[in-house]
DNA sequence: GTCTATAAGATGATAGAC
DNA sequence: GTCTATCATCTTATAGAC
């Protein structure tokens, strides 16, 4: 039995396609291969993706989609800021040790210059959304004095994202798997005792 | 005029090379991109270098004997260590600020999936050798009381190095030029007030 | 050292049968 | 909705002339 053999042929197409971008990135899998690991053929891939382009929005909408999902999740079961934060990076660490998967749009982001114009606005929007929510756990969190840092919430909410990015691709390079998990909890510790 | 007319046709092809990598990645770019960019054919290419691994390879043993130059120059200048970071985190700058070009290692270490061995281990290496060298500062900055952090001059080369990658793709990704410069210099300023 | 010519395979995509 | 068959193009690579 195949790893994505549950839900239609288009929900099973978006998630081999969404693990091929986040473990060889947009430029680096082909219809060829997502048909080869479904067992059907290109040609029908193409019925329910007639571009490589439309697969690329379409995967990314659901991926922002999920993401927001989770985000809600996390904010509606009112945690302290701290922990809400510890969750988020919580979200990346479960990908980074799904077989060391970037961030969908860490990876997307890197190939930007090649990717069509949709695709890279949908990006562009993911870390908007994320900056935005860790700003305002941050702000809270500084209000409520349960941490603290220099400077605006927005420009931390800019560095913790950085951190999660980068730990995620520094971590894979050196293929020290343990690397990103140090990162985001040094990061976090310093954010609550500072 | 192109725009790497210097030096030998070898060089100039992997000045060319870097570029590419750097802005589409391993995978966003051809033989046939190349030869275009320098005005010969793809099979003059492949007389100095006979595979796109040889390429890579050659790529990469010749950044990192060039950052590592880059490293000792830094170092030999005997500023503080404050001093030597800002210096550090001014060559990624430089970098960005080009283009939008994200380090090669970075780049190559989202694709590190796809890549020949060789180049990987090369990644692997280029990231060992720079967590040492900031390691070495930030040891030497925390024992001369010029800069504060918590844990080991280790973890916190690792976290710096991770910002740093991590801030170019996040603003790569949001289109967003002055992100990185942001990112870098609240995580130095937050060094040495902390 | 660079060229032309060429080739095998990969890739994105379409037409039409079932 | 999936298939076979086919397509043009791209990509990496090689042989041999100049």
Redesign the pocket.
Same mark, same amino acid.
């Given at each position: 039995m195949k790893s994505a053999s549950r839900g %239609?042929?288009?929900e099973r197409i978006l998630d081999v396609a969404q693990r091929l971008v986040q473990t060889r990135g947009y430029?680096g899998?082909?219809?060829?291969?997502l048909?080869k690991e479904l067992?059907?053929?290109?040609? %029908?891939i193409?019925?329910?993706f007639?571009?490589?382009?439309?697969?690329g929005v379409a995967l990314l909408q659901r991926y922002r989609a999920r993401f927001r999902s989770e985000l809600e999740g996390i904010s509606a079961k009112g945690g302290d800021p701290l922990r809400r934060l510890t969750q988020f990076a919580g979200l990346f660490e479960r990908t980074f040790k799904t077989g060391n998967q970037l961030c969908l749009c860490g990876m997307l982001s890197a190939e930007v210059a090649t990717l069509p114009q949709e695709v890279a606005g949908e990006v562009e929007h993911f870390f908007e959304e994320s900056e935005g929510w860790l700003a305002d756990a941050l702000a809270a969190g500084k209000k409520a004095h349960k941490m603290a840092f220099a400077g605006s919430a927005n420009a931390q909410a800019r560095m913790f994202l950085a951190v999660l990015e980068g730990a995620m691709v520094v971590a894979r390079g050196m293929r020290r798997t343990a690397y990103f998990q140090g990162v985001a909890r040094d990061y976090l510790a310093k954010l609550k005792h500072a």
């Open positions: %239609s042929t288009r430029n899998f082909s219809f060829h291969d048909a067992g059907i053929r290109t040609a %029908s193409h019925y329910h007639p571009t490589k382009a439309d697969l």
